[in-house]
């Protein structure tokens, strides 16, 4: 249970027996032969607080955080993710936030239909399994040199001439790019695509997306003006933001931005940052003054390999355009308590102290291996890119048709046996 985090309000959620994804779990679904509810929830998520409080004050539970291998396979559209499983952890429906009463008749009609219907079930899993596996075959390929120049010209035909940004509501930062339109502004000598990018940035920056109070982004805007936002701020979204503000030479926002992030989210005794802090309307809505009388809203303390390296990136990244020595600093002694704490040559990196690794702890390991050595930071940091490439080699790479798989040949509970390439990782590698 202590792993577990639930909504920090009254709540009953964490009466309730949770079971972590374990194959314990799954073999007392198979002995009882019961469907299982698998909740997947994320310590900054309000949505999934909510339903703390109401719908589950019975189950297995997932912190999105933790576990994003899991995410990608059962994630329904957003979080929470609610999904009925077989015993054997394949999908029979799912859905996102259900009250008390959808979950009530859910419940029974999940339980109902598994019952009466488990040869169509049968024949449907193993039809998914057989589809999943083709995709996998289906991902040998070349790259292709107009691969570029196509996402460009698809991020200039969603961009929004009048807010900045990419389509209409909800808006995201896409920070990937902003931070291509940057570096393919000095490419092709073209300032628009620079333009588009600083645009955007300032636009979030000087509406309701940015915290004017205390500094940092909020995870995204409910409208396509970047007025109203989803209050969570999350460190990954502000690692890929340093990069894009480095990149686009927005040096008053990074400050902002860095000095938000260096204050609440370091932990200065080990020089690493945690992950997220909770979204909480009423206090973000409050002035300084309002702001002090409360408790700052709950900051997730666990420490992501990914988004740190992530971030250490980022800092190198502002330090080397904008002349920042202080986050050079901060991104080699975070990366070094990283590899002290949780690198190991046979094992790669971990994800937390206590998750193994996945394929994006170690991209971006040594994608930040790489640019420490680059900025100077010591000849060590390039032994330490090359034995984490060595790793992804030998434990993510698939030998049969290219591409690096989410996560090691380890843990095959459930959907995890279907091996899957994420293209965001598998570009950084």
């Known amino acids: 249970m202590s792993g577990f985090h639930f909504s920090p309000r009254p709540n009953r959620a964490a009466e309730i027996g949770w079971r972590e994804w374990s194959p314990e779990a799954f073999e007392q679904a198979k002995a009882e032969d019961r469907p299982i509810l698998l909740s997947i929830s994320a310590v900054w998520c309000h949505w999934c607080h909510v339903m703390d409080e109401t719908t589950y004050s019975n189950q297995g539970r997932v912190d999105n955080d933790l576990r994003p291998d899991i995410n990608s396979r059962y994630n329904m559209g957003g979080w929470p993710s609610t999904v009925f499983l077989t ?73 929004d001439q009048t807010y900045g940004g990419f389509g209409g509501s909800p808006k995201f930062p896409q920070a990937d790019a902003l931070a291509l339109l940057a570096e393919q502004s000095t490419q092709l000598g073209d300032p ?127 330090d080397a355009r904008l002349g920042r020595p202080k986050l050079r600093e901060n991104s080699v002694s975070l990366l070094a308590r990283l590899i002290a704490d949780r690198y190991s040559i046979d094992g790669g990196m971990l994800h937390t102290e206590d998750v193994g690794g996945q394929l994006g702890d170690q991209a971006w390991a040594l994608l930040a291996a790489v640019r420490a050595f680059q900025a100077g930071a010591g000849a060590g940091w390039l032994q330490v890119a090359e034995q984490v490439a060595e790793h992804l080699e030998s434990a993510y790479a698939d030998p049969d048709f290219g591409g690096y798989f989410d996560h090691a040949a380890g843990d095959k509970l459930g959907r995890l046996e279907e091996r899957l390439k994420p293209i965001g990782e598998n570009a950084v590698v």
């Open 192 to 318: 628009r695509l620079l333009e588009m990018a600083r645009f955007t940035l300032r636009q979030m920056a000087g509406g309701g997306t940015y915290d004017h109070v205390e500094g940092g982004f909020f995870r995204y805007s409910t409208t396509q003006d970047w007025s109203v936002p989803h209050f969570e701020k999350m460190l990954e979204d502000h690692a890929l933001l340093v990069t894009a503000l480095a990149l686009t030479g927005e040096g008053e926002i990074l400050d902002s931005a860095t000095a938000y992030l260096d204050s609440v989210l370091r932990d200065p005794g080990t020089g690493l940052y945690g992950g997220s802090q909770d979204a909480d309307e009423h206090y973000y809505s409050l002035d300084a003054d309002g702001r002090r009388a409360l408790e700052p809203p709950y900051v997730d303390r666990r420490v992501y390999s990914n988004w740190n390296c992530m971030l250490a990136v980022g800092y190198l990244e502002a």
């Open 87 to 159: 015993p054997q952890g394949d999908i029979l429906t799912g859905a996102t936030y259900l009250p008390p009463d959808q979950m009530a008749g859910a419940l029974q009609r999940v339980g109902s239909f598994y019952r009466g219907n488990k040869p169509q079930v049968v024949s449907q899993v193993l039809e998914n399994r057989k589809r999943s596996m083709s995709v996998i075959a289906a991902s040998a390929g070349s790259l292709d040199p107009r691969l570029v120049a196509a996402v460009v010209a698809a991020c200039e035909n969603a961009y």
